[in-house]
């Protein structure tokens, strides 16, 4: 009996470290190593290899402890969890979206349903499903008023839908509760710069730079504070701006049509 608690108590700690970023124990990271014999061994191979980013043996993992039938219910939605965010990496996004729907189905704490509603939406956008991703999102917010990532995902789909009030608000909110989001600040730039408040958009894309991690939302940023320089007639801040995200995504067409616009490059 103590053997099943602590192998529980290890999978728990596993599902929240991945869940929150936290890293589990040492003694709990050696358990994956294991050669796995039952299906706690290959969840905890699969929560392992989730957290390495070897999507598809995180997969393989998690459908073999699934498959066993011998994990309790909530360690079953937590699997299911797993193999959904693997199978989203994988661009399986169907797949996904059937692993998460049966792990809310099966239940799990608040927090971290709030999470698996969040994974499901993003799996909702890649197949061009915003309306199901924008139901994940609110409900994401509903069980967890203090998840910013689900407040600043819902803010892009407000901004998709011409919401601009409500999308200043998620996003606001988010950054609120997350100062150093790099992404809320591009995405609220997004709805200032369409409701032409170029100056808080401005602000804003810079700040993105910023604190962005990684090069392709820095460059992002970059662009669409360009666009906001030409939307203020600030056409030499606009140009550098435009130049410089041409020279680290120079196959990016869009990039391309305003670099060729300002006399950059000829056609």
Known sequence: MLGLVM?????????????????????????????????MQHALRAF???????????QFYATHALDAGTLARGDQAGVLSYRGDARRRLNDFQGAIDDYSQAIALGLPAQFLA????NRALAHIRTDRADLAFQDYTRAIELDPTFAEALNNRGAI??????YDLALAD???AIRLNPNNARAFSNRGQAYLRLKFYEEAIDDFT????????VDDGVTALFNRGLAYEGLGE????KADFELAHQFAPDEPTYMEKYVQYGIVRP
């Open 7 to 39: 192998r529980r108590f290890w999978l728990l700690l596993a599902f929240c470290a991945a869940l929150f970023g936290v890293q589990p124990p040492a003694h709990a990271q050696l358990a994956p190593q294991l050669a796995p014999q039952t299906a």
């Open 48 to 58: 392992d290899a989730l957290r390495a980013g070897d999507w598809q043996l995180a």
């Open 235 to 238: 056409e030499p801040e606009a």
């Open 158 to 163: 407000y901004t998709m839908n011409g919401r």
């Open 207 to 214: 700040r993105a730079m910023d604190m962005a991690t990684a």
């Open 171 to 173: 996003h606001t909110a």
């Open 115 to 118: 999470r698996v509603y969040n």
